[in-house]
């Protein structure tokens, strides 16, 4: 399966060197480490779009901790329930990558260039491609998805922003939107340290639950209660974005704790696209 420009919307193909080109001749740079960038400078309004450096670096060392394993491993199996021999697979906001290996751990016959992975932060698409996993992944935004319609027969969004429309556009009618996000009582703990109300924290179903073309199959929630020391506590905080909201003071009260049992608590949602 091919990318598709970006630019034109023609098949992008391997060019020479280390580029994709289309037929008109926009070229791509695939980076050393194997992911290619085709996000437009007008498709984003930072310079570097997306989740920081620090936050992906937090997330990367506090899921080698493998508390989050058992959520990871929800989701890849709701994929393999659902997954067709030689269908692709695209993760939206793929992040750092620790799912793409869940899924191809756990989703039996998914090989490598049937997975796709989409990050808007070129240091997620490079710590991805770091992983070695083999799977295709690119910089580009969830709004402008470089793919031709009806490529998935199953899409992934983990806490990350989708746009519906996109998604409807490249998955193939009846083939499947799987959302996972947080329950209201996801890191209750950290949240009561420093929000003197804990505000809900909630993921964002509403835009397929409001619509007819999508028929939710399954509703999950997943939960798990553990016991961090540091320095895990402080990566649990700086994957999120609350360690970057807080007070510097309210940051020192999280670094200095010796221990914090915490509640880990996802919602799984299932849909299938109709059409
Ligand atoms: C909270 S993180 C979740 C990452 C990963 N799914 C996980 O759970 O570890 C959200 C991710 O979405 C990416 N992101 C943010 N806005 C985006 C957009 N408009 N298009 C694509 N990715 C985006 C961020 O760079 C970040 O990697
Ligand atoms: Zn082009």
Known sequence: MNYQCPVCHEALNAGAGRTLCCGTGHSFDVAKQGYVNLLLAHQSRSRTPGDSRAMLAARSRLFSTKVYDFFAEAI???????????????DVGCGEGYYLEHYLARVPGLSPN?????????????????????????VAASRALPFFPRSFHQIVSIFSPYDL???ERVLTPGGMFHLAGPAPDHLQALKQ???????????????????????EITARTVRRTIQLLPPTITDLFGMTPYYWSATPAQ???IQSRSELSETLAFEIRSYRFNG
């Open 76 to 90: 890849a199996e709701r994929i393999a329930t659902e997954h067709i021999p030689g269908a692709q697979l695209l």
């Open 114 to 138: 049937q997975l796709w992975g989409v990050d808007i932060a070129k240091e997620a698409a490079k710590l991805a491609a770091q992983r070695k996993t083999g799977a295709q992944l690119c």
């Open 165 to 167: 429309a996109e998604i």
């Open 193 to 215: 340290i420093i929000y003197d109300r804990v505000a809900p924290h909630a993921a964002n179903f509403d835009p397929v639950l409001g619509s007819e073309r999508w028929q």
């Open 251 to 253: 940051q020192q009260s």
